[in-house]
């Protein structure tokens, strides 16, 4: 069986058990799958739902757009320079150990409810993760090859260009992912929290009115919405990886 197929073996068990325990249990917080797909298609059809899609990618866009570059920036900096570590590393720590949540009503404060607010939210969840995995690749890069490469009279740009940062890819790859994944919770939640448009602001409404099986059919366009921008990133890794090869 292809991965694809297995894949699709297990959304199909998953929904089949998802269907008989919601019918089994009959409670009307936990909808059957049919139930949840009906509201999906009903979503779709007014048209709510790609309007809201579209405001929360411009925010997500943005805000995990800034991460990454920031976010790697920092993490190689901090990776390269034990100086620049020190300055900054009570930051990324304390970055990471927070909670982002206490932080919206600050940023509420600063620039109101906007798209900006969003955006920085998105920002907040993913930089710091980032940030620690591009410095952990860094610092995780061979010594002897560095060693060797001062040996024949390389530069610190060309070691960091030609050994470094390939070597820190795969965690700066993870970090991106990892970092993705943050971003659309940190999205979710700022728009629950302050926004009246967007994804998470579609599921405060429909919670608002007890409708659960809309509430579980956004959180299905959520999981796709994460998929296709999963798939997007890896996409933009293979092909900067095959310039950088070429």
């Given at each position: ?121 998105v920002f907040l969840y993913a930089v710091f993760a980032i940030a620690a995995y591009a410095r952990a690749g860094v610092r995780g890069t061979s010594a002897p090859l560095v060693e060797m490469a001062r040996a024949f009279g390389a530069t610190r740009a060309q070691i960091f260009h030609r050994i470094v940062w390939p070597g820190a890819r795969p965690n700066v790859v993870a970090g991106l992912r990892v970092g993705l994944a943050l ?64």
């Amino acid at each position: 069986m292809t991965p694809r197929a297995a894949g699709a073996a297990s959304i199909v068990v998953t929904a089949v058990a998802w269907e008989a325990a919601a019918r089994l249990i009959a409670s009307p917080v936990f909808p059957p799958c049919s139930a949840v797909l009906a509201a999906l298609v009903a979503l779709l059809r007014d048209g709510q739902v790609f309007a809201s899609v579209a405001d929360s990618l411009a925010a997500l866009a943005i805000g995990f757009g800034a991460a990454a570059g920031i976010g790697m920036a920092v993490g190689a900096a901090m990776g390269v320079s034990s100086r620049t570590d020190d300055v900054l590393g009570p930051y990324l720590d304390a970055g990471l150990a927070s909670p982002m949540l206490v932080y919206v009503p600050v940023l509420v404060t600063i620039g109101g409810a906007s798209r900006a607010t969003e955006a920085a939210t998105v920002f907040l969840y993913a930089v710091f993760a980032i940030a620690a995995y591009a410095r952990a690749g860094v610092r995780g890069t061979s010594a002897p090859l560095v060693e060797m490469a001062r040996a024949f009279g390389a530069t610190r740009a060309q070691i960091f260009h030609r050994i470094v940062w390939p070597g820190a890819r795969p965690n700066v790859v993870a970090g991106l992912r990892v970092g993705l994944a943050l971003a659309v919770k940190g999205l979710v939640t700022g728009e629950m929290l302050i926004a009246s448009n967007g994804i998470g602001a579609l599921i405060r409404l429909y919670g608002g009115r007890f409708q659960p099986a809309r509430v579980l059919a956004l959180l299905v366009v959520i999981v796709v919405m994460t998929r296709l921008a999963t798939a997007a990133l890896a996409t933009i890794e293979r092909r900067a990886a095959s310039l950088e090869a070429a």
